[in-house]
Nanobody, 124 residues
């Protein structure tokens, strides 16, 4: 079993930045593709970004490209999401997740482990 715990969410003004962290325990994230997803009120969970087990391959949803950066520190068993130029439409609960697809996946159903989420609120 793997446990994931996100942190770093909060309230920020439009144009601001936040850095989310996800600390894993129980298993090494280096063996897993890792991803970030988000869910806004009344909407389905959507893909944000994914990283291969070695961090070399990254994938982003089109609306996040150029603004969000996914990274990982396998030695610290931690995944990050740097979010810049935040917009009110980025307001959501952000989840980190681990999947057996080493390159990472854009599909939530391929993820086996999920954190509880951290709230990000962007004010206009």
């Amino acid at each position: 079993q793997m446990q994931l715990e996100e942190s770093g969410g909060g309230l920020v003004q439009a144009g601001g930045s936040l850095r989310l962290s996800c600390v894993a325990s129980g298993r090494a994230i280096s063996a897993y593709g890792m991803g970030w997803f988000r869910q806004a009120p009344g909407k389905e969970r959507e893909f944000v970004a994914a990283s291969s087990g070695n961090g070399i391959v990254t994938k982003y949803a089109d609306s996040m490209k150029g603004r969000f950066t996914i990274s990982r520190d396998n030695a610290k068993n931690t995944l990050f999401l740097q979010m810049n130029n935040l917009k009110p439409e980025d307001t959501a609960v952000y989840y980190c997740a681990a999947c057996g697809v080493y390159s990472g996946s854009t599909y939530s159903y391929e993820y086996d482990y999920w954190g509880q989420g951290t709230q990000v609120t962007v004010s206009s």
